[in-house]
Every structure is written in structure tokens, then in C-alpha cells.
């Protein structure tokens, strides 16, 4: 079924537009460029309310974002600004979409994964703190949970395309899909290459091609060049798309400057683990409701994310074993009383596999073959690549394994050809959110306080680009430590910590300024 018999035919206030009516794009029903306001998947005042509640229940666990809304809401330091945003949309983004908005800047957002979207969210994002279904007054959205990968890529389209073509001034992104999107159009063009589709190694990267395509054909060989060239800046939110940034950095080909918002310490020490800690098992507990406790669990991967999976699992008192590449990290578990195993030595008798790597081809078609009847499989890492789920779909076309769907996001692969399932006949696995990240998939990701400290550093990003985003040249930086020490501070008072105040005779001992920064750039924490 396409999007466009689930959704209201056409929202009202269409955008006038100069350019011909669009064709539809791949299978999604929708035209290539729709003009639409937003497109979210329920639009009734009950799903607004409800959005707009727990919007409200948010902000009230996000200090961080409140002192920035009271700090420069007056001054509107992001007037001017047009953000494209391409981050899971939930709760806790509403609220730091509101908080862009509130602080002067014009919003366009989507979803950075086709499971994630909180139908609520959404609408009560469009709706606006003052608008109604008839009346909407709030942010353009395009996202809504369960998008096929043409819907996906389509969203994210739209998310760029700004009614009078003028395309966005800063970008925040998760992952790196938007930014990946512009760099490879504008890279496309400035070769003189035509997309096509066939340039697609796997799927998802056929229907980017499809898009691509298709945007040419209507808007010409400058489209994204047009458009990078006027986007003044990224902030990247994680891992995965620090890693892609990182490419672009070293082959000289990034177009515009990036604030790397992960490696923040008030981010990744606090949402990558502790949001983790939080958001794993509530995530399997909603999928599957087994009992985790006395259960084998393997986290593979032992980074901020894993470490914040087997703190969850462990509160559980799952018997948690790590594989690691990093001997570093391998012993970091070692030391914190894990087994440090292979996959390959323990897939046999392991209850959860949980990937973590943000790497690919991790848990493979061939170990899931060898896995105990109804072993869970899932994946928090950003993208699907850890679980071999193209492999799986592979046997599936064989008829090697069969897909039963429990409900959307739970899925039971039952193999054919295997003797250990029940009755020495084929055993099953459940997959958990098609190997995508569990806990957007199948939860609604982590707690408000700790996405506050994320965001927080997310605006701040965007402010500081919007200031100055031409003084750091095509490069990738990280905000300044005493940014991050600020955001901290702002989360403190939530909890009722009372901070010690250095004398100015300890500061000078251990050299530093008593308003900090506090450690220098190396210190690890
Ligand atoms: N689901 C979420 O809410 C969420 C939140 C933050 C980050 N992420 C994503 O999670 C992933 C991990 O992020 P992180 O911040 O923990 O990264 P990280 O670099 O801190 O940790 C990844 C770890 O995986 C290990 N690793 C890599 N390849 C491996 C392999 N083949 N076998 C075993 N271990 C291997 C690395 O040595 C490293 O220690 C990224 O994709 C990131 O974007 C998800």
C-alpha cells in the first residue's frame, strides 16, 4: 500500500510553484516534487493533542533546550536561517524543532530512518503550539513510521526542496543521508553524469540514483550544485555520519563546513551510552516481552552504544558477553567482568544478539543458520548494514527461509533446510526492526533529558554556524569544551547537583580558570 492511500489526499495550502506539475516518483504515488505543506500519517486533532502533550511533558525534561528558549528566544539569533533537519522524528526532536523555530529560524524536517517517526510527534510538529488540524501554523514535516525506501529518499527530497527553490542555508542531519544526498547530486552534476539507477549497488542505493534521476530530468543539471553552494554548514548528530564526514574531509570533497555534534562529550558520554542503557531492553521488552534475565546475550561492539547496551542487558541480569576488534575496548569489558568472545565460538548458544558496531556484514546469513531456535536478533547501530538482512531477503527468494511478520518491526525467519527448530524440523529467529536501530524501530528511542544535552549541543551548533560558519572553511570541528561544560551545567539543577566552586588558589594549582574549561582536549572522561 503507497503513502498516498494512508494519508489525507492532499493537505491544504498547497504552494503556488513556476515549475510544470511533477511526475510520481518510483512506486510512492507521489509526485517527485509534491508542493505539499508536509505530509505526516495522521493529521486528526486526537493525534495533534496527544502529539502536543507529550511535547509539552518533554520540554519540561529538557532544561537544556528551556534555557536556550529563555536565553536568546528574545534576540532570535537564528533569524534568517532556513534548517533542513533530517533527524528521527519524535518527541524529543519536536522539541528541539520548536526550539530552532522559537529561536528565529525558518524548519523543514524528515525522519533519518523509515521506522522511527512518532506519528504524534509529527503532527503536533506541523500543528504548531497554536495551530489545528484546519489551521496548521507549525513546522513542515515529512515522515511517518513504516516509509518504504522510495517514500524515505522522497521525504528526504522534500525536506530540501523549499517552495521558492532557494533550497536551505544550514542543515542538521543524523547519519549523514541529507548531506550524502546533496554531495553525491552536486558530485554527479559537476562530473557530467547522468543518474540512473543501475549505478546502485544494493537497494537503497538504486532508489537514491532513481531520485536523483528523476530530479534532473525536471530540474536540471544544477540543481544540488545550486543548492550546496548555498547551504552554509551541517551539524551531524552520531557516529555513522561522523564517519562518512570523515571521508568527505580526507578526499577533499566536503562543500561545506561541519560541526561534528557526537563527539561532544555532554552528547556521546551521555546519549550513546546512557540513552542506550535506557532505550535497548525497552525496545526488546515491547518487541518480544521474554524474560532477559538468566538469558546469553551477546553485544558485538563495545564503543559508547555497546557499553550503554550491556549496562541495559546487565540491569536485566542477562549473562552478557562483548566481541571487540579494539583490544582496548576488549578489555575495558574484561575489566568490567564480561566474556570477550567471537561471534563465531558462541552463536550457537546465545538467547540476544545485539550489533553495535556501526560497521557492516557483522552478524551474517550463515551464523543466523546456526543460531538456537527463536534467538532474537537486533541491530542499535545507525544503519542496517550490521545484520546481514540482504542475505536473509537472498535465501528468502530461494525459499531457504520463510518471513512471517508478528506484527510491523517483528519479524520470525523460519529456515527450511535447518534440524534444530522443534521436532528436529527448521528453527526460527526473530529479527527485530528489519535490522534496523531497535530503539526507534521498535520503542520510541531515548529518554527526554538525555536527547536535552544532544540538542542542546545541536543548537548550538546551528547558532554558531549561523554566525560563522564561512570562518571554519570545509572542514569538520567540534565545539569548544567550555560549550560543552555549559550543557552539562544546564542538566545539573535537574537533578538537584550541587556543583563545588574551585578557589582561585586550586584553580591556579591545577591550572585552569575557576569558570573552567575544567580538563584539556585530550582528557577522556
Ligand atoms: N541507536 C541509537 O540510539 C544510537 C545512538 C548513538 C549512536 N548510534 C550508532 O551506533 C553505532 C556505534 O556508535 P558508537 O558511538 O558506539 O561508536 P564507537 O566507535 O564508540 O563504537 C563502535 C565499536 O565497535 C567496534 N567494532 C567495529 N567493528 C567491529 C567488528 N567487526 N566486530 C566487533 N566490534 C567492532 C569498534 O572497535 C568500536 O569499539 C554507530 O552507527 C552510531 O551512529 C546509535
Known amino acids: 500500500m503507497s503513502i498516498a492511500s494512508r494519508l489525507p489526499a492532499s493537505p491544504s495550502g ?18 517527485l516534487f509534491d508542493g505539499s505543506p508536509y505530509r505526516v500519517a495522521d493529521f486528526s486533532p486526537k493525534t ?75 503532527a503536533a510538529v506541523v500543528a504548531g503550539p497554536t495551530g489545528t488540524a484546519d489551521k496548521p501554523s507549525g513546522t513542515p514535516v515529512f515522515a511517518w513510521k513504516g516509509e518504504t525506501l522510495a517514500e524515505y529518499w522522497w521525504c528526504t527530497l522534500q525536506a530540501l526542496a523549499w517552495p521558492d527553490d532557494e533550497g536551505p542555508t544550514l542543515l542538521v542531519d543524523d547519519g549523514g543521508d541529507v548531506t550524502g544526498l546533496v554531495h553525491l547530486g552536486a558530485d554527479l552534476e559537476a562530473r557530467g553524469v547522468l543518474p540512473d539507477a543501475s549505478m546502485g549497488s544494493h537497494e ?34 552520531t557516529t555513522a555520519g561522523i564517519h562518512r564526514l570523515n571521508q568527505l574531509v580526507k578526499a577533499g570533497s566536503l562543500r561545506f563546513p561541519a560541526i561534528n555534534v557526537n563527539d561532544s562529550v555532554t552528547k556521546s558520554k551521555f546519549d550513546n551510552i546512557y540513552g542506550c542503557r535506557h532505550s535497548l531492553v525497552d525496545a526488546i521488552n515491547r518487541a518480544t516481552d521474554v524474560l532477559l534475565s538468566g538469558k546469553r546475550a551477546l553485544v558485538v561492539g563495545y564503543g559508547d552504544v555497546g557499553k550503554g547496551s550491556v549496562q541495559s542487558l546487565v540491569g536485566q541480569h542477562a549473562r552478557v558477553a562483548v566481541a571487540e576488534i579494539d583490544p582496548i575496548c576488549a578489555l575495558q569489558a574484561c575489566m568490567a567482568g564480561l566474556d570477550v568472545v567471537r561471534i563465531d565460538d558462541v552463536v550457537e548458544n546465545t538467547d540476544l544478539f545485539v550489533t553495535a558496531t556501526g560497521n557492516a556484514h557483522i552478524i551474517r546469513a550463515e551464523h543466523m543458520k546456526r543460531m538456537k531456535h527463536n534467538a532474537i536478533v537486533c541491530n542499535i547501530g545507525h544503519f542496517d548494514t550490521e545484520i546481514d538482512m540482504a542475505g536473509l531477503e537472498a535465501m528468502r527468494r530461494r525459499g531457504e527461509v520463510e518471513k512471517i511478520e508478528i506484527k510491523p518491526q517483528v519479524h520470525e525467519w523460519k529456515f527450511r533446510d535447518t534440524r534444530h527448530g522443534p521436532d528436529g524440523k527448521g528453527h526460527s ?46 572542514t569538520m570541528v567540534t565545539l569548544p569544551k567550555h560549550l560543552d561544560e555549559h550543557v552539562a551545567r544546564l542538566h545539573l539543577d535537574a537533578f538537584g547537583a550541587k556543583l563545588t566552586v574551585l578557589t582561585e588558589e586550586q584553580a591556579k594549582y591545577i591550572g585552569v580558570e575557576v569558570e573552567g574549561p575544567y580538563k584539556s582536549e585530550q582528557y577522556r572522561y
Open 14 to 31: 498547497k504552494a503556488s510553484s513556476s515549475h510544470p506539475v511533477s511526475r510520481s516518483f518510483l512506486d510512492t504515488n507521489l509526485p
Open 48 to 122: 495533534i493533542r496527544f502529539g502536543r502533550k507529550e511535547l509539552e511533558l518533554a520540554l519540561h525534561e529538557m532544561p537544556g533546550l528551556q534555557s536556550l528558549r529563555k536565553q536568546y528566544g528574545g534576540n532570535k539569533p537564528l533569524a534568517g536561517a532556513r534548517i533542513t533537519g533530517s533527524l528521527h522524528m519524535t518527541v524529543q526532536t519536536g522539541v528541539l524543532i520548536e526550539t530552532l523555530t522559537a529561536l528565529g529560524a525558518e524548519v523543514r524536517w524528515t525522519s533519518c530512518n523509515i521506522f522511527s517517526t512518532q506519528d504524534h510527534a509529527a
Open 204 to 237: 537503497e542505493e538504486k532508489v537514491v540514483h532513481a531520485l536523483l534521476r528523476d530530479v534532473r530530468e525536471e530540474r536540471g543539471d544544477q540543481y544540488f550544485t545550486r543548492m550546496a553552494a548555498r547551504i552554509r554548514g551541517v551539524s551531524e548528530e
Open 429 to 474: 529467529i526473530l529479527v527485530l526492526a528489519e535490522g534496523r536501530l531497535v530503539n526507534l524501530g521498535c520503542a520510541t528511542g531515548h529518554p527526554s533529558l538525555v536527547m536535552s544535552a544532544s540538542f542542546t549541543n545541536q543548537v548550538i551548533a546551528q547558532m554558531d554556524l549561523h554566525l560563522r560558519a564561512e570562518s571554519y572553511g570545509r
